[in-house]
């Protein structure tokens, strides 16, 4: 194997995604491994942290080996083995940190905490160059955030929820319309095929703000099920998806193109679970196409939601700005991004 090739592992556990990648020289994917356990948080609605961790515990060993297996390498040829630190949930963290820790002893390879935020922004970088300064459009069932970005490794967010996430909001939604969790992709496939006919708010907040909020739009279709329940009325489920998705896309897509513009930037990265979204994807590109100074970066589904390849992209760069973690590194679920700017 040749001395200038880096090979990174990265490890995530955030939530309830049990991953493993190799990345080579931080762009290219070797291997990328996911055991989602979605089928069994499905009957509780949502995700159970407990027995997220022990699904981790199961899983974390076996998934480890496949991805070395596939990436065809040994331990030795590991430049560093980077994982997710936080945010998230706190048991499911541990599971990784520790297999992380453990290897990295073992093995005698350098350790990379990662920030889940900045692996979702980099799985961007697993398909082109990241042109300086850009805007993430970071949008998961944890976090909905605009990250402004001067160079590589410095994170500055400029616009976060101060309430419900995008993702939160749609399988909140959806669980109101009784579909199953997650129910961001059930709401998206609805509203293609309904009309936005059922007036619901925009929460704009202070014309300078960047900042979103979603908990009233989603009390708001609540609202509109209970009330037209009571009526014995029936509403479309498709022209309330419909209804629904274009507020969320609506406030998300202007921010972002403001944000944008104002901060000069040259790309935009879309990050996150909801960037699978049909309808937020085809509203940024309608925005953003016309606009020759800005570059539209929209990663494939399998990169969008939470894996591990991601991690290693972000841990590659981490590892390049000389950022260490001690074997004494532990799961911080409130862990800050721009904790590594310089
Ligand atoms: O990034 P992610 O995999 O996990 C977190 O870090 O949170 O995001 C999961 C979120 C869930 O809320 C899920 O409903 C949402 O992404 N999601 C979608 C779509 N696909 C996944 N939301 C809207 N439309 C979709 N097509
Ligand atoms: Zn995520």
Aim: proline content about 4%; overall charge negative.
């Amino acid at each position: 194997m040749s001395e200038q090739n880096q090979w990174i592992m990265g490890i995530e556990t955030s939530c309830d995604e049990t991953a493993v990648a190799i990345v080579k020289n931080g762009k290219e994917i070797v291997s990328n491994i996911v055991s989602s356990q979605i089928e069994s948080h499905k009957r509780f609605g949502g995700v159970v942290p407990e027995i997220a961790s022990r699904h981790h515990v199961e899983q974390m060993t076996i998934v480890i080996e496949e991805a070395m297996k596939e990436a065809d390498i040994t331990f030795s040829d590991l430049t560093a083995i980077a994982v997710t630190e936080g945010p998230g949930l706190v048991g499911a963290l541990l599971v990784g940190v520790n297999a992380a820790k453990a290897l990295a002893f073992a093995h005698n390879i350098p350790l990379v905490g990662v920030h889940h935020i900045a692996g979702h922004i980099y799985a961007n970088r697993l398909l082109t160059e990241m042109k300086f300064p850009l805007l993430s459009l970071v949008v998961s069932g944890g976090h909905t955030e605009l990250v402004y970005m001067k160079e590589h490794g410095h994170f500055e967010v400029i616009g976060e929820t101060r309430d419900d996430a995008a993702g939160e909001a749609y399988d909140k939604v959806a669980r109101t319309l009784n579909l199953p969790y997650p129910g961001g992709p059930h709401i998206d496939r609805l509203a293609q095929l309904g009309e936005p006919t059922i007036p619901l708010p925009r929460a704009w907040l202070e014309e300078d703000s960047y900042d979103f909020s979603f908990s009233g739009l989603k009390s708001a279709v609540i609202n509109t099920v209970h009330n037209a329940e009571q009526r014995g009325e029936k509403i479309e489920p498709e022209a309330l998806a419909a209804s629904f998705q274009q507020s969320v896309i609506d406030v998300l897509v202007t921010k972002a193109a403001k944000a944008a513009k104002a901060y000069k930037v040259k790309q935009v990265l879309l990050a996150g679970g909801v960037a699978a979204n049909k309808g937020l994807r085809a509203a940024l590109q309608e925005t953003f196409e016309p606009l020759d100074e800005i570059e539209l970066v929209i990663p494939p589904l399998s990169l969008c939601t939470d894996n591990a390849a991601m991690i290693a992209a972000a841990g590659s760069i981490y590892y390049e700005k000389g950022i260490r973690s001690q074997l004494n590194l532990n799961a911080n679920p409130g862990l800050d991004i721009s904790i590594h700017n310089s």
